[in-house]
């Protein structure tokens, strides 16, 4: 019996498996095919993410194939700058580039490769789940390999990463909403040449442009992709040929200055699942949500998923939390994907505005709420917090937020916060080392895993400042911080964090 079954080996999965890997649960994952797909899907990742595989270990070994992600500009019906996104200026809150591409077959061969070698991990490619039945103790799989040998695993629960057209998902009979969005885009990859190149725009451009919308991102090196609104008649089997492809980036490029990676029509959905867990079964990924490719956080949001279940998952097989935390999975994933997927969603609508008339009063209308000066704004504003679930529920602004990780200078050079003071529960202090502090923060030392730290303590120097300005900014004095790195809560009297602590002692 494993503690933990994954169906699914891609992103979400793999880090899914990981971060349970690290925390010694006995997880068993699987996926059907044998290699990492070798061509780009995602394109787009964030500092979150990046903060994710740090946990891994994995920061710098998939720094070589990330690139930080340039602005994106807006460009409306007469050719004209009508809005930008940018990423967050230096120092950065999390102490890495904000907005980043990347290449996807790269990063997910490394993130493979780090968890096969976890000791209570299983990996079994090549594997096909075939049923799924729950019972009051365990989930059983039924599993075949290539050969078509079929087996039986069982498991305490099962995390379903299987995709869009998840088996998982279908087997527990979960439904998923419509959010209201379905257009037809063909999405292309290009490897450009140097000739190409020197031709085409230096930043990311949207072409908000009624006869036909598109979407243009500077990837890694030489990768080049193109998201094309497909017209009313056309097949979008057809237009995913070399031929209308080609016809189709004739604006930019041609055939001599570019090799096609990757050319796919895809139906761009809106979809949520209207539950994220059936008894012992959780979904997370695809499986549990798809976005427009608008702001690239498909593969984010598949990621956040893992990172919010896995540390749940092993506080309540390693008898440190209620089974009941994990009813907070889907109550704080959904909710955070329906707000994010609504942004998202409006910035394809605005993208996306077929009718003339209505895209030159959209352009209109932007122009003058920043007075016919576009100022870039960054990515990260579009992110909401977390909602309900496991929060402290006092209302805090801080609440449901991401809590930020310094540069802490230490003598053999600066070292990243996470890795000074690992990933589990923590609790800040900004505070003079008055009594009364001192007093509500002994409570983290009665029973509670925690860790305490006070900022500018001896050996925890941060060079940046992000950390104080954050308390500034916040108005608190202290902050408890889950350990998936969102604020639990935040407080301004010694008062108010000692209640907080003493109802979350065993």
């Known amino acids: 019996m494993f503690d933990v079954a994954i169906v699914g080996f891609g992103p979400t999965g793999a880090v899914a498996a990981g971060l349970l890997g690290l925390q010694g649960i006995r997880t068993w994952v699987c996926d059907e095919l044998t290699d990492v797909y070798d061509k780009p899907r995602a394109i787009a990742l964030d500092h979150e993410i990046m903060r994710v595989f740090q946990q891994l270990g994995l920061a710098d070994a998939l720094e070589p194939f990330t690139e930080p992600f340039t602005n994106s500009e807006f460009y409306g019906v007469d050719g004209q700058l009508i809005k930008c996104m940018s990423t967050v200026a230096p120092p950065y809150p999390l102490t890495f580039t904000p907005s980043l591409v990347f290449t996807q077959p790269a990063m997910e061969a490394v993130l493979r490769e780090r968890v096969s070698r976890m000791p209570s991990v299983e990996c079994h490619l090549g594997t096909k789940v075939t049923a799924v039945q729950q019972s009051h103790e365990a989930v059983t799989l039924t599993v075949a390999d290539a050969q078509g040998q079929t087996r039986q695993i069982s498991a305490r629960y099962l995390i379903g990463c299987d995709g869009a057209s998840s088996f998982v998902r279908k087997q527990v009979g979960i439904e998923l909403e419509d959010l209201g969005f379905d257009e037809p885009w063909l999405v292309v990859d290009v490897r450009v040449n140097d000739k190409g190149l020197a031709k085409l ?9 009624p006869q036909r919308p598109c979407t243009y991102v500077i990837g890694p090196k030489n ?3 193109w998201e094309i609104a497909l017209n009313p008649g056309e097949d979008p089997k057809a237009m995913a040929t070399p031929e209308a492809t080609w016809q189709l980036l004739s604006r930019w490029l041609k055939p001599d200055e570019a090799t096609l990676w990757r050319q796919a029509s895809y139906q761009f959905h809106a979809l949520v699942a209207k539950e994220w867990r059936r008894q012992r079964v959780f ?8 976005q427009p490719p608008f702001l690239g956080q498909g593969m984010c949001q598949g990621i956040r998923d893992a990172a919010n279940l896995s540390w749940k998952l092993a506080a309540v097989l390693q008898s440190r939390a209620s089974p009941r935390l994990l009813d907070t999975y889907g109550a704080e994933r959904k909710g955070h994907v329906t707000e994010l997927t609504s942004r998202i969603k409006s910035i394809g609508q605005l993208v996306g505005q077929r009718d003339v008339e209505k895209a030159r009063a959209r352009d209109a209308r932007l122009l003058a709420e920043c007075g016919g000066q576009v100022q870039p704004m960054p990515r990260q504003n579009v992110q909401p917090a977390l909602v309900g679930g496991c929060l402290n529920g006092a209302g805090h602004a801080a609440e449901g937020t991401l809590f930020p990780q310094a540069w802490i200078e230490r003598p053999t050079g600066p070292m990243r916060m996470d890795e000074a ?6 609790l800040f202090l900004h505070t003079p080392a008055d009594e009364t502090w001192t007093h509500a923060a002994a409570f983290a030392h009665a029973g509670l895993q925690l860790t305490v730290q006070h900022l500018n303590a001896p ?23 889950r350990p998936d790195h969102y604020v639990y809560g935040a407080f301004a009297t010694p008062q108010d964090l000692q209640r907080t602590l003493e109802a979350l002692r065993p």
Do not use: I, N
């Open 421 to 426: 003071l690992g990933c589990g529960w923590r």
């Open 459 to 481: 050996g925890f120097t941060e060079s940046s400042g992000v950390l104080s300005a954050w308390f500034d900014r916040m108005a608190c004095q202290a902050a408890l911080v």
């Open 201 to 209: 725009p230096k930043v990311s451009v949207q072409y908000c442009e």
């Open 223 to 225: 990768h080049r992709r």
């Open 283 to 290: 979904l997370a990924g695809d499986a549990a949500h798809q």
